[in-house]
């Protein structure tokens, strides 16, 4: 290639590049520098912003209203992370046993994927509605939990303590059972078929089949599900602000919707800039941790 | 192997069926709801199917608000965007498949900003916004979502899978690196085109706090911004905001039958993200 073609080229990859090398410094890199910026400042956005230091940080901590959060957080994640996942491998091991309709039955579990979170939320208030809502219609006529107490379970989902995040809990996990299933679907057809042939000759049970072949060869899927899991439980904040506004008694106060209640509720940009600044340390702890770990592969053979 | 089919297998299929169907039991509230009239609603034990099969309902809970202007605002939005991010995604990834001083860092740092999670820069992006004056315009809700690394790594992987002498020959012809993305690069990159659009179109309808904050103007609403604020409206006619959610749903749902295998290869292709 002669001189001006190569300058030619160089021009091109630069052209290429800039659009979306522009966009992603400026939304993404400059974002997060500005957000830690303003981590440090106390702004309503209307008057001039005034210099903290850390007092924003120093505040957050001695707030009962952060550890509320991250508790809710946690709590959440503790139950929605490992329940998306089995039945996430539950549903992968049923559609790829399912050799009839097949598709048929991954589309069924695919549905809840791509209802809206909004509109997912909306649905199962109104299945949660504590006077017309079906399911307590349900749990006060069969009385499976106990004698019908109608004053009980007509409040259940407005019980701070646990009910109305169990509320939440149900809503996130129907809405991604189908998308793990379809990933673990993937990750069994990359199991070779041979281990199990062997094992069948053998005679090894169905059971044994599972324990000592698919869940260590699927490991690898196991795991990068299990760090997004993670990843988007951390993040939940569309079906707490849509089904229970954080409520009741801040008992359902997400990290995420905290943070977006203190900027665009009570307009504390610095505060819920800090607030940001932590969950993103949260995140990127996790994600670093993924990567070591994959490297070193939790797959053997 | 083949199996044989043994009363077991039958019975295995029918409990499949029932636990699939069971799964989709909100889905089939949401419609058997938007049927109802609001007389059945307040119905103490509730029936299970509407009595009367009619739309009246969905015409009401229609005309109480201009829902087709906010599945408009969305369709652009949802089209708008997809275009620009495969576009951009393709040159920037094919680029990233040529070496040159600092295409590695460059690489890196793109994939970098898919540690950096959308809902914890929210608050500063919201303030960046609002100081270029883009705060209810599209400008808004397009710009800062057109760029996507997990798009241009798609690209990229797929542009180092066609044989090099593909790019030799046409540097022998002397066709230039834009011709040669019109005339081979493109046309080649079809089902990646399809996974990067369908990704952006499934963020796009289904983003919910970053249009909820740049947007105020009711005129230029998106669709779940819309359907919340119906909620908020009218909190307890469960019927109507039923069939609000009918009518933001339907729209994706008919692309998802039409694409479910696309859509579902999609989605699942996030799946190598990490």
């Given at each position: 290639m002669n001189g001006s073609r190569l300058k030619e080229r160089k021009r091109f990859i630069f052209a290429s590049l800039a659009p979306s090398g522009i966009l992603l410094l400026v939304f993404s890199y400059f974002s997060l520098g500005y957000c830690i910026y303003v981590s440090f400042l106390k702004w309503n956005m209307l008057s001039a912003p005034k210099y903290l230091g850390l007092r924003n940080y120093a505040q957050l901590f001695t707030n009962p209203s952060f550890w509320n959060s991250l508790k809710v957080t946690l709590i959440y994640s503790l139950v929605s992370v490992p329940s998306c996942i089995i039945l996430g491998i539950l549903v992968g091991m049923i559609l790829k046993n399912a050799r009839i309709g097949r598709s048929f039955f991954r589309v069924m579990f695919f549905i809840p994927v791509i209802i809206s979170m909004v509109v997912a939320s909306l649905i199962w208030k109104w299945i949660f509605n504590p006077t017309q809502g079906i399911l307590n219609y349900l749990l006060v006529n069969t009385g499976i939990f106990g004698a019908p107490d109608m004053n009980h379970w007509l409040k259940w989902y407005n019980d701070p303590n646990g009910g109305a995040l169990a509320a939440l809990l149900v809503v996130g996990i129907w809405k991604r059972i189908g998308y793990n299933g379809v990933i673990f679907l993937a990750g069994l057809f990359n199991i070779d078929q041979q281990y199990y042939e062997a094992a069948e000759l053998e005679g090894a049970s169905s059971f044994r089949r599972f324990w000592s072949i698919t869940l260590p060869l699927l490991s690898p899927t196991t795991f990068l599900v299990l760090t997004m899991e993670i990843i988007s439980a951390l993040k939940v904040s569309v079906s707490p602000l849509v089904l229970?506004?954080?409520g009741p008694i801040e008992s359902t106060n997400s990290l995420v919707l905290y943070i977006y209640k203190e900027a665009?509720?009570?307009?504390?940009m610095g505060y819920a800039s800090a607030l940001a600044v932590i969950v993103f340390f949260f995140i990127l702890i996790l994600t670093v941790l993924q990567m070591r770990t994959t490297e070193k592969r939790v797959f053997y053979q | 192997m083949k199996r044989k089919i043994t009363p077991w297998r039958i019975i295995l299929y029918l409990l499949l069926f029932l636990i699939v169907l069971l799964y989709n039991f909100p889905i089939f509230w949401m419609i058997s709801t938007g049927f109802k009239f609001s007389t059945e609603i307040y119905r103490?034990?509730?029936?299970?199917?509407?009595d009367k099969f009619s739309f009246d309902n969905f015409k009401q809970a229609w005309l109480a608000t201009p829902w087709w202007r906010y599945l408009i605002n969305t369709i652009i939005v949802a089209t708008v965007v997809p275009i620009l991010r495969i576009i951009l995604s393709a040159l920037a990834g094919y680029a990233l498949t040529f070496k040159f001083k600092g295409s590695k860092i460059i690489f890196l740092a793109i994939l970098g900003?898919?540690?950096?999670?959308?809902e914890t820069t929210l608050v500063s992006k919201y303030i960046i916004v609002s100081k270029l004056g883009?705060?209810?315009?599209?400008l808004a809700l397009v710009v800062p979502m057109v760029a996507s690394a997990f798009s241009i790594f798609l690209f990229r992987q797929f542009f180092l899978t066609l044989p090099q002498e593909l790019q030799d020959a046409a540097d022998i012809d002397g066709c230039s690196n834009a011709r040669y993305m019109m005339s081979i690069g493109i046309p080649l990159s079809k089902s990646v085109s399809i996974t990067v659009g369908l990704l952006a179109f499934i963020d796009i309808w289904n983003s919910t706090l970053w249009p909820l904050i740049v947007i105020n103007n009711d005129k230029l609403r998106l669709v779940q911004i819309a359907l919340k604020a119906f909620s908020d409206d009218r909190g307890t006619t469960w019927n109507q905001l039923m069939a609000g959610c009918c009518f933001v749903t339907i729209p994706v749902l008919i692309l998802f039958i039409i694409l479910q295998k696309q859509f579902i290869e999609s989605v699942a292709s996030t799946g190598i993200k990490a």
């Open positions: 229970t506004n954080g665009f509720e009570s307009f504390r | 103490y034990p509730p029936s299970l199917l509407p900003t898919m540690m950096i999670p959308e883009w705060i209810n315009t599209y």
